[in-house]
């Protein structure tokens, strides 16, 4: 199953002198944030704190995206499952130290 993203389309900011067109930023931090923690939510037996695995892993899920956006959502995810394996290591060290 792919999920489709929606990212916002870049619209031209201001017309150059030179011909060329500056664009608004580019996808948004909130967005990769967002379609991260959506697959995480819909398929959380598919991640690790692996980031190879879960690039292709996204890949696999999502259609559409760039390569730096997949990587960026990967990062993501990757990151948010290391800081809950590293908290749950710290709880049981705590543990074991209390018994």
Known sequence: MRVALR???????TQLTTGEIEYLGKVKTEQIKRVAKELIA????KFSSNFEDNK???NA???????KVRNQIAGYITHK???AQA?????NMEEETQA
């Open 56 to 58: 292709r892993v996204v």
């Open 61 to 67: 899920l999502t259609q559409g995206p760039t390569t």
């Open 87 to 91: 908290d749950s290591t710290s709880e």
């Open 7 to 13: 990212f916002k389309a870049l619209e031209p900011k």
């Open 81 to 83: 499952f290391s800081l």
């Open 42 to 45: 819909r398929f959380p037996d």
